[in-house]
């Protein structure tokens, strides 16, 4: 099993849809968990920070379930710029911090 | 410097030869990762320096691949006798402890 598991997708939307995507992590002791955005020819940037409790960003919403191991996003109302593809990734605790990315999902929202 | 900052931006090599690729961190930074990214694929972990400790470099495909860093500033990635299956996005990330690692723009090598 990897250790971060993504549906590479694509997702294919129209401007406005709500879009979740999901994670899977195999580390049950990891520590912290983010999304990050990539877009086409570009380098990976932080979108946000998943927080045990859940947590929004204006339109983005991340939910965390430790019990079931996997981190989601919510994208509501989407516009053409969500275009990219999300990464998906784990931070383990102890030992070294070196973040494990997913594959990524590709979203492609359309007029 | 505000971001990473990585150089060059692009490197065009022939087969065998060696490169230096060249990633400066955010100032204060004491994590500093090297990843490879394929077209198309994902992000490979390459190699891991935490300030003063030994780097974790589990990632290094083949003893061709060298990196270096001098105490919290700067690293440099070394290819020796490029292979055209090198060819990638080498990604330079930091971060400070247990937080989001920042991004350089990459590096594109193309070997022919």
């Known amino acids: 099993r990897k250790e971060v598991e993504q549906d590479p997708g694509p997702f294919n939307v129209p401007e406005g849809a709500t879009v979740a995507f999901n994670c899977t992590y195999s580390?049950?002791?990891?520590?912290?968990f983010f999304w990050y955005r990539q877009d086409c020819r570009k380098e990976p940037k932080l979108l946000m920070s998943v927080y045990s409790s859940g947590n929004e960003d204006g339109r983005f919403t991340a939910q965390l379930n430790r019990a079931s191991q996997y981190i989601s996003l919510l994208i509501r109302d989407s516009k053409l710029s969500d275009s990219a593809t999300y990464l998906c990734?784990?931070?383990?605790?102890?030992?070294?911090?070196?973040?494990?990315f997913g594959r990524g999902t590709s979203l492609i929202v359309h007029p | 410097g505000a971001g990473v900052s990585q150089s060059p931006s692009n490197k065009v090599t022939e087969k065998g030869k060696d490169v230096e690729l060249r990633c400066d961190p955010i100032?204060?930074?004491?994590?500093l990762y090297w990843y490879r990214q394929r077209l198309g694929q994902g992000l490979e972990f390459l190699i891991y320096f935490q300030g003063n400790s030994a780097p974790d470099k589990s990632g290094l495909p083949s003893d061709r691949f060298s990196a270096e860093r001098t105490g919290e500033s700067v690293s440099t990635l070394t290819i020796q006798r490029t292979q055209q299956e090198d060819s990638a996005v080498y990604l330079c990330?930091?971060?400070?402890?247990?937080?989001?690692?920042?991004f350089g723009q990459g590096t594109r090598l193309t070997v022919v």
């Open positions: 990330a930091s971060s400070s402890t247990q937080a989001e690692a920042f």
């Open positions: 990734v784990v931070l383990p605790s102890g030992g070294s911090y070196i973040p494990t």
């Open positions: 100032s204060g930074h004491t994590a």
């Open positions: 580390n049950s002791a990891s520590q912290s």
